[in-house]
């Protein structure tokens, strides 16, 4: 499984545009995404962090914790968004 992950806003400033990862087992969900992503470095671990309010689309479609991840997708983790 090949797999787009995009950052944006605090999650960019921290982890850079983009990564590209490849080899994965599938299927997998948002939630077993963001944990292989904890592991790839301590800035990732910071970021990406349990219990820290983390949005994430998958091909440009907002997705939750269960949502599964097909091969080949982009995903994008952001934090929330506030307007005032």
């Given at each position: 499984?090949?797999?787009?992950?995009?950052?944006?806003?605090?999650?960019?400033e921290?982890?850079?545009?983009?990564?590209?990862?490849?080899?994965?087992?599938?299927p997998?969900?948002v939630?077993?995404?963001?944990?292989?992503?904890?592991?790839?470095s301590?800035?990732?671990?910071?970021?990406?962090?349990?219990?820290?309010?983390?949005?994430?689309?998958?091909?440009?479609?907002?997705?939750?914790?269960?949502?599964?991840?097909?091969?080949?997708?982009?995903?994008?983790?952001?934090?929330?968004v506030?307007?005032?």
């Amino acid at each position: 499984m090949n797999l787009t992950i995009r950052y944006f806003a605090s999650l960019r400033e921290a982890l850079g545009e983009r990564q590209e990862l490849q080899g994965l087992s599938a299927p997998l969900t948002v939630a077993q995404l963001r944990e292989v992503l904890i592991q790839c470095s301590p800035a990732h671990a910071q970021a990406l962090q349990k219990g820290r309010a983390v949005r994430c689309a998958v091909n440009q479609v907002m997705a939750s914790e269960d949502g599964v991840v097909p091969d080949g997708a982009e995903v994008a983790f952001f934090p929330p968004v506030t307007g005032g």
